[in-house]
């Protein structure tokens, strides 16, 4: 897989991703490649409890995997996901500083 067979991949995850966990809580997501190329899938929801909450969800990672694995991500590089969880209250309190 080329790398922006691998982009156009991850980048087309992130609507479905929002999806099956928006009950969760989360409003949104993004993904970013790591200095080996692995993608980082941040998501972000409204609050910090919301974060803390999402963070304790031992099946959100795999979640995300199933998705990734089904829209055409290598398997090598849906085993070496990272998920990050960001909030909008973390975002606010960042910037607002």
């Known amino acids: 897989m080329t790398d922006d067979q691998l982009r156009r991949a991850a980048d087309a995850a992130m609507l479905p991703v929002v999806t099956s966990l ?4 989360v409003i949104g997501a993004h993904w970013l490649p790591d200095r080996a190329g692995d993608p980082v899938v941040w998501i972000r929801v409204q609050s910090e409890a919301g974060r803390v909450a999402v963070e304790s969800y031992s099946w959100v990672l795999p979640q995300v995997q199933v998705i ?3 829209l055409g991500l290598p398997s090598e590089k849906v085993m070496a996901l990272r998920l990050e969880v960001t909030s909008v209250e973390a975002e606010d309190h960042l910037f607002g500083d």
């Open 68 to 70: 990734l694995a089904r």
């Open 22 to 25: 928006a009950p969760a809580g």
